[in-house]
């Protein structure tokens, strides 16, 4: 079975720092890309970063790029997103999903896995 388990959320204060991990079984990693995802209650939808697993390209929305680094441990098939300087506006539910390509995942909403979310709260 297909699984992406997100881990690693919680409350923080403004300014500090959060590791979350995606663990992926049940597909070839190495052929996927992960991207995180998050949605705030009565917001859209926001993809916030992604890695590549075959090429290693990354991309970071506007949002979280300079505070958030993506990473990708191929050999334990997790991929990890540390988040610094968070501030209140990224509280949200953090997901990862699988997909082809980082640019199915960002422009074209295409991914083939979709996992279960981590509570991420920045207190102000």
């Known amino acids: 079975d297909v699984q992406l388990q997100a881990s690693g959320g919680g409350l923080v204060q403004t300014g500090g720092s959060l590791r979350l991990s995606c663990a992926a079984s049940?597909?070839?990693?190495?052929?996927?890309?992960i991207g995180w995802f998050r949605q705030a209650p009565g917001k859209e939808r926001e993809v916030i970063s992604c890695?590549?697993?075959?090429?290693?390209?990354?991309y970071y929305s506007d949002s979280v790029r300079g505070r958030f680094t993506i990473s990708s441990d191929n050999a334990k098939n997790t991929v990890h997103l540390q988040m610094n300087s968070l501030k209140p506006e990224d509280t949200a539910d953090y997901y990862c999903?699988?997909?082809?390509?980082?640019?199915?995942?960002?422009?074209?909403?295409?991914?083939?896995?979709w996992g279960q979310g981590t509570q991420v709260t920045v207190s102000s």
């Open positions: 890695i590549d697993n075959s090429d290693g390209h990354t």
């Open positions: 999903a699988a997909g082809r390509s980082v640019y199915g995942l960002v422009v074209t909403n295409d991914y083939d896995y």
């Open positions: 049940g597909f070839i990693f190495d052929d996927y890309a």
